[in-house]
């Protein structure tokens, strides 16, 4: 029966193969729409109850707040979180690790208990003043969102896999109001993957999310900042010093953060409690650490704090924040590498200052390239951190000093830690690992469908003459051979053809012998045959084969109806004619 284009079932299958232009442009557009419409929930659930509680009406404004209510609001938020964790434990993993572990282990295949777990988990900890960033959560709740958008339309599963990519770019693009950095991100530090077929849906996703939330929030930046240039090229030593020293940082805030993950002796019930007692405890001293805290990266970048409150503000985040994530509470640290930096960037702008004969840079040019040094190091997503510089100050004479800063930085953090990313670093605190053969990488980028051929005709093991010549008339190459639960063998049907052939010229009569044909016995090439899912990739499927030690796979659709035959020489001709992608 001829597939209707317009159907379901083709859609599906389109998406199998990586240049479906049109396809891969409405699944960016529909992930961008989900996730653009989660990250508007997100923002309201988290911003009413704060404008409402803080002082002055302002979401950021934990230091107005008197002493007893910043110590007792992280402990109230740990309890709430510790109870909810408890109640919910199988479903506890939440963040940018979960979505790298299900991306490498489960196929981008993203539970909806997590997701929502993450929403309520994220809302209470940021709500209750917890040091961390809203970002990571995001991410999480993007991917989360289109993968399930793609498992309720039974997609296949690289399809899974570019829209978690998506998701992870509109939610980054949506948080910040930069579109380019977020499709960097999601290619840096999810995907980890550059693939000309994965920015289409990537960047469709991307520019939609940050449209709808600036038609329904407005266009406003994150952060206010003025024109920044590097005044004299006698800086430039002194910028790669600060790249080293937000390098060391990174590596200092990741060995902490690593450290305290791997400290699982007590409950995830005790350690989210010991959380809301430390951020409590250093919020009576330095009440800056509680939230986000972009308000005080606003008052960094208008030039605004001296170099001990600098100082202490860059030591007392990045302790706090490693501490409290590493101890189980589910928020972001993409945040709080901005803020820390930028606090580390402008105190050493302040030195700079005071120690040069002439005029230098602004203490907001340093603190923006802290930012993005931080960020880069923290993340090992240069690129997308020096993207992120140029949208959020629309200033093109930062990307020479922000290479800068984030190269040493990036490069300082690589040497002095080996485990990748901060993200990175978790999961395998874990054992976990999220690295990747070249192969497989390849082959999980393309559906088994792509490759699968026409089912050919099926035929039980034992047939009669007349039925062996209709089968061998047939203008399929194969033949499958049926079991007891379904098909079990493959035939090539030229040999069954040569088999009768063979038989016809030695004049021996087969129907004198009414004896059946046994097509697991006659001379002949045969492939054992396995199902697997139709929705599987290539991957997939060649680790069936080698599992099972076939050659050969029956492909069955959800309902487990055979559909097609997919061979392991069609994987290796697809390898090898395509490789150099």
Known sequence: MRMNSLSLNHFRLRLGDTDALPQWLLIGLLSGLVTGLVMLAFHHALSTPLTWFLPGGDPEN???????????????????????????????????????????YHQGRLPLPNLIIQFVAAVI?????????????????????????????????????????????????AAFNTPVAGIIFAMEVVM?????????????????????????????????????????????????????????LAVLFSRVLVMTARWQKPPLFIRLQLAGLLTGLLALVVPEIM???????????????????????????????????GLGVPVGLIGPTLFIGAAAGAALGIIGHTSAAETVSSQALYAMLGMGAMMAATLQAPLAALLALLELTLNPNIIFPGALAIITATLTYRYCFRQGSAFQALLLSRGLDWRRAPLERFLERTAALSLMQPLPPSSPRLI????????????????LINGQRGPSAALARADLALFL????????????????IDLLELPGLRHD?????????????????????????????????????????????HFSNNKSE
């Open 62 to 104: 934990f230091e107005a707040l008197p002493a007893w209510v910043r110590f007792s609001l992280p402990l109230l938020g740990s309890l709430l979180l510790g109870l909810l964790l408890w109640r919910f434990a199988p479903y506890a993993k939440v963040g940018i690790p979960h979505v790298l572990e299900r991306l490498s």
């Open 125 to 173: 900890s940021l709500a209750s003043g917890h040091s961390g960033g809203r970002e990571g959560p995001a991410v999480h709740l993007g991917a989360g969102t289109s993968s399930l958008l793609g498992q309720y339309l039974r997609l296949p599963n690289n399809s899974l896999r570019t829209l978690v990519g998506c998701g992870t770019a509109a939610a980054i693009a």
């Open 192 to 248: 980890m993957e550059y693939t000309v077929a994965g920015f289409i849906p990537v960047m469709v996703a991307a520019v939609t999310a940050t449209l709808l939330l600036q038609l329904t929030l407005g266009d406003d930046v994150v952060f206010a900042v003025a024109s920044l240039d590097i005044h004299r090229l006698e800086e430039v030593p002194y910028i790669l010093l600060l790249g080293i020293v937000v390098g060391l």
């Open 291 to 325: 939230g986000v805290g972009y308000d005080s990266i606003g008052t960094i970048l208008n030039g605004q704090g001296a170099i001990g409150w600098l100082a202490a503000l860059a030591l007392a985040k990045l302790l706090i924040t490693a501490v409290v994530i």
């Open 464 to 479: 009669e003459l007349d039925q062996a010549r209709k089968l061998a008339a047939q203008p399929h190459e194969w033949l």
């Open 501 to 516: 052939q063979q038989h016809r010229e030695s004049h021996t009569e087969l129907e004198q012998t009414n004896e059946p």
């Open 529 to 573: 045959v396995s199902l697997l899912s139709a929705r599987a990739t290539l991957q997939e499927a060649l680790s069936r084969m080698n599992e099972k030690n076939r050659d050969a796979l029956c492909l069955v659709d959800e309902h487990d109806s055979p559909i097609g035959l997919l061979l392991r020489s069609d994987i290796n001709h």
